[in-house]
Protein backbone atom coordinates (compact mmCIF):
# COMPACT_ATOMS: atom_id res chain seq x y z
CA UNK A 1 0.00 0.00 0.00
CA UNK A 2 3.03 2.10 -0.12
CA UNK A 3 2.20 5.31 -1.83
CA UNK A 4 5.60 6.50 -2.81
CA UNK A 5 8.48 3.63 -3.13
CA UNK A 6 12.27 3.84 -3.96
CA UNK A 7 14.60 1.05 -3.89
CA UNK A 8 17.16 0.46 -3.10
CA UNK A 9 16.69 2.13 0.33
CA UNK A 10 20.84 1.93 1.17
CA UNK A 11 23.49 1.90 -1.13
CA UNK A 12 26.92 1.45 -1.11
CA UNK A 13 29.02 1.93 -3.75
CA UNK A 14 32.57 2.42 -5.22
CA UNK A 15 33.18 5.58 -6.99
CA UNK A 16 33.66 5.47 -10.61
CA UNK A 17 30.46 2.72 -10.36
CA UNK A 18 27.44 3.43 -12.16
CA UNK A 19 23.99 3.19 -10.32
CA UNK A 20 20.20 3.40 -9.99
CA UNK A 21 17.31 4.34 -7.64
CA UNK A 22 14.20 3.42 -9.12
CA UNK A 23 10.85 5.11 -7.79
CA UNK A 24 6.94 3.88 -8.22
CA UNK A 25 4.04 5.88 -7.64
CA UNK A 26 0.26 4.56 -6.98
CA UNK A 27 -1.24 7.82 -6.02
CA UNK A 28 -2.23 8.25 -9.71
CA UNK A 29 -0.84 11.52 -9.88
CA UNK A 30 0.96 12.93 -13.03
CA UNK A 31 4.06 14.58 -11.55
CA UNK A 32 7.13 12.85 -10.14
CA UNK A 33 10.65 14.53 -8.64
CA UNK A 34 13.84 13.69 -7.29
CA UNK A 35 15.47 15.60 -4.51
CA UNK A 36 18.51 15.32 -3.06
CA UNK A 37 19.23 15.98 0.77
CA UNK A 38 22.52 16.46 1.69
CA UNK A 39 24.54 15.87 4.87
CA UNK A 40 23.22 19.07 6.56
CA UNK A 41 19.64 17.80 5.59
CA UNK A 42 18.97 20.23 2.99
CA UNK A 43 16.53 19.69 0.18
CA UNK A 44 17.00 20.71 -3.13
CA UNK A 45 14.92 19.54 -6.25
CA UNK A 46 16.82 17.80 -9.24
CA UNK A 47 14.12 16.87 -11.43
CA UNK A 48 10.55 17.30 -11.89
CA UNK A 49 8.79 15.13 -14.83
CA UNK A 50 4.93 15.71 -15.83
CA UNK A 51 3.29 12.95 -17.99
CA UNK A 52 7.23 11.58 -18.84
CA UNK A 53 8.22 15.13 -19.66
CA UNK A 54 10.68 16.74 -17.76
CA UNK A 55 9.43 20.14 -16.70
CA UNK A 56 12.36 20.80 -14.11
CA UNK A 57 15.97 20.27 -14.51
CA UNK A 58 18.19 22.18 -12.24
CA UNK A 59 21.83 22.49 -12.34
CA UNK A 60 22.42 18.73 -11.56
CA UNK A 61 26.30 17.35 -13.55
CA UNK A 62 25.07 15.30 -16.42
CA UNK A 63 26.25 12.03 -14.34
CA UNK A 64 22.12 12.38 -13.18
CA UNK A 65 20.14 11.43 -15.73
CA UNK A 66 16.35 10.37 -14.80
CA UNK A 67 14.20 8.40 -17.06
CA UNK A 68 10.81 7.91 -16.77
CA UNK A 69 8.94 4.96 -18.82
CA UNK A 70 5.81 5.91 -18.01
CA UNK A 71 3.75 8.45 -15.20
CA UNK A 72 3.71 6.67 -12.62
CA UNK A 73 7.81 5.30 -12.53
CA UNK A 74 10.56 7.58 -12.32
CA UNK A 75 14.11 5.98 -11.83
CA UNK A 76 17.47 7.95 -11.61
CA UNK A 77 20.59 6.60 -12.72
CA UNK A 78 24.35 8.00 -11.74
CA UNK A 79 27.04 7.47 -13.75
CA UNK A 80 30.84 7.63 -12.62
CA UNK A 81 29.80 8.09 -8.95
CA UNK A 82 32.18 9.98 -6.70
CA UNK A 83 31.68 10.97 -3.28
CA UNK A 84 30.00 14.25 -3.45
CA UNK A 85 27.45 12.13 -4.63
CA UNK A 86 26.60 10.49 -1.10
CA UNK A 87 23.41 11.82 0.07
CA UNK A 88 19.81 10.91 0.38
CA UNK A 89 18.17 10.81 -2.56
CA UNK A 90 13.81 11.43 -2.12
CA UNK A 91 11.52 10.04 -4.81
CA UNK A 92 8.01 12.06 -4.61
CA UNK A 93 4.86 12.79 -6.45
CA UNK A 94 1.86 15.07 -6.61
CA UNK A 95 -0.48 16.19 -9.30
CA UNK A 96 0.26 18.86 -11.65
CA UNK A 97 -2.52 21.41 -11.28
CA UNK A 98 -3.01 23.44 -8.37
CA UNK A 99 -6.65 23.12 -7.42
CA UNK A 100 -6.04 20.18 -5.42
CA UNK A 101 -2.58 21.72 -3.30
CA UNK A 102 -0.18 20.33 -5.67
CA UNK A 103 0.95 18.53 -1.75
CA UNK A 104 4.00 16.67 -3.24
CA UNK A 105 4.20 13.07 -0.85
CA UNK A 106 7.46 11.64 -0.92
CA UNK A 107 9.18 7.64 -0.38
CA UNK A 108 11.39 6.82 2.22
CA UNK A 109 13.89 8.27 0.76
CA UNK A 110 17.12 6.00 -0.92
CA UNK A 111 20.85 6.30 1.20
CA UNK A 112 23.57 6.36 -1.01
CA UNK A 113 27.12 6.62 0.40
CA UNK A 114 30.33 6.31 -2.09
CA UNK A 115 33.17 5.03 -0.71
CA UNK B 1 12.41 33.99 -6.62
CA UNK B 2 10.97 32.61 -3.74
CA UNK B 3 13.10 31.81 -0.54
CA UNK B 4 11.80 30.28 2.48
CA UNK B 5 14.17 30.95 5.88
CA UNK B 6 13.73 28.95 9.12
CA UNK B 7 16.14 30.75 11.33
CA UNK B 8 16.18 28.34 13.68
CA UNK B 9 18.58 25.73 13.72
CA UNK B 10 18.23 23.61 16.92
CA UNK B 11 15.30 23.41 19.57
CA UNK B 12 15.51 21.41 22.71
CA UNK B 13 12.81 21.61 24.85
CA UNK B 14 11.65 19.48 27.72
CA UNK B 15 8.50 17.35 27.65
CA UNK B 16 5.19 19.22 27.66
CA UNK B 17 6.57 22.53 26.98
CA UNK B 18 4.85 24.40 23.51
CA UNK B 19 7.58 25.30 20.89
CA UNK B 20 7.20 27.25 17.77
CA UNK B 21 9.06 26.93 14.95
CA UNK B 22 9.52 30.31 12.78
CA UNK B 23 8.94 30.29 8.66
CA UNK B 24 9.91 33.13 6.92
CA UNK B 25 9.07 33.42 2.80
CA UNK B 26 10.02 35.59 0.51
CA UNK B 27 7.85 35.61 -3.38
CA UNK B 28 6.72 37.54 -5.36
CA UNK B 29 3.26 35.65 -6.52
CA UNK B 30 0.36 36.58 -4.91
CA UNK B 31 -1.00 32.93 -5.62
CA UNK B 32 0.78 30.12 -3.89
CA UNK B 33 1.25 27.29 -1.24
CA UNK B 34 3.00 26.84 2.23
CA UNK B 35 3.69 23.48 3.87
CA UNK B 36 5.16 22.33 6.94
CA UNK B 37 7.00 18.79 6.60
CA UNK B 38 8.08 16.39 9.37
CA UNK B 39 11.51 14.59 8.92
CA UNK B 40 12.04 11.58 12.23
CA UNK B 41 14.80 10.20 12.75
CA UNK B 42 13.81 6.93 10.67
CA UNK B 43 14.19 9.51 8.01
CA UNK B 44 10.76 9.78 6.29
CA UNK B 45 9.27 13.39 5.08
CA UNK B 46 6.07 13.50 6.36
CA UNK B 47 3.43 15.89 4.72
CA UNK B 48 1.48 17.82 7.50
CA UNK B 49 -0.17 20.73 6.33
CA UNK B 50 -0.67 22.94 2.85
CA UNK B 51 -1.74 26.62 3.54
CA UNK B 52 -3.02 28.43 -0.16
CA UNK B 53 -2.17 32.35 0.02
CA UNK B 54 -5.84 33.51 -0.16
CA UNK B 55 -6.76 31.22 3.22
CA UNK B 56 -5.10 33.34 6.63
CA UNK B 57 -6.96 31.02 9.12
CA UNK B 58 -5.36 29.90 11.56
CA UNK B 59 -5.42 25.97 11.50
CA UNK B 60 -5.06 23.70 14.70
CA UNK B 61 -4.79 19.96 14.39
CA UNK B 62 -4.31 18.08 18.13
CA UNK B 63 -1.69 19.27 19.65
CA UNK B 64 -0.36 21.33 16.24
CA UNK B 65 -1.13 24.64 15.20
CA UNK B 66 -0.48 27.27 12.05
CA UNK B 67 -0.65 30.60 12.09
CA UNK B 68 -0.06 31.90 8.24
CA UNK B 69 0.53 36.01 8.38
CA UNK B 70 0.59 37.33 5.04
CA UNK B 71 1.78 40.69 6.07
CA UNK B 72 4.74 39.59 7.80
CA UNK B 73 5.17 36.84 5.77
CA UNK B 74 5.31 34.31 7.78
CA UNK B 75 3.81 30.58 8.58
CA UNK B 76 5.02 29.73 12.00
CA UNK B 77 4.21 25.91 13.74
CA UNK B 78 3.66 25.86 17.36
CA UNK B 79 3.41 21.90 18.88
CA UNK B 80 2.05 22.38 22.29
CA UNK B 81 2.19 20.06 25.07
CA UNK B 82 5.57 18.33 23.42
CA UNK B 83 5.95 15.12 23.33
CA UNK B 84 9.61 12.90 22.80
CA UNK B 85 7.89 11.54 19.90
CA UNK B 86 7.37 14.94 18.30
CA UNK B 87 11.74 15.18 18.25
CA UNK B 88 12.35 15.66 14.36
CA UNK B 89 13.22 17.89 12.16
CA UNK B 90 10.74 20.08 10.79
CA UNK B 91 11.07 21.79 7.28
CA UNK B 92 8.61 24.59 6.25
CA UNK B 93 8.36 24.77 1.82
CA UNK B 94 6.61 27.11 -0.43
CA UNK B 95 5.49 26.27 -4.08
CA UNK B 96 3.59 28.65 -6.90
CA UNK B 97 -0.21 27.92 -7.44
CA UNK B 98 0.82 25.93 -11.00
CA UNK B 99 4.25 25.20 -10.16
CA UNK B 100 5.36 22.18 -8.73
CA UNK B 101 9.06 23.60 -7.97
CA UNK B 102 8.65 23.63 -4.19
CA UNK B 103 11.59 25.52 -2.50
CA UNK B 104 12.83 24.12 1.03
CA UNK B 105 13.74 26.07 4.08
CA UNK B 106 16.52 24.49 5.82
CA UNK B 107 14.61 22.42 8.61
CA UNK B 108 14.53 22.92 12.36
CA UNK B 109 15.88 20.30 14.32
CA UNK B 110 13.56 19.78 17.26
CA UNK B 111 14.36 17.86 20.20
CA UNK B 112 12.28 17.06 22.90
CA UNK B 113 13.57 15.53 26.10
CA UNK B 114 11.90 13.83 28.62
Known amino acids: DTAVSQTPKYLVTQMGNDKSIKCEQNLGHDTMYWYKQDSKKFLKIMFS???????INETVPNRFSPKSPDKAHLNLHINSLELGDSAVYFCASSRREGVSGNTIYFGEGSWLTVV | AQKVTQAQTEISVVEKEDVTLDCVYE???????LFWYKQPPSGELVFLIR??????QNEISGRYSWNFQKSTSSFNFTITASQVVDSAVYFC???????????FGAGTRLTVKP
Open chain 2, 93 to 103: ALSYYNNNDMR
Open chain 1, 49 to 55: YNNKELI
Open chain 2, 27 to 33: TRDTTYY
Open chain 2, 51 to 56: RNSFDE
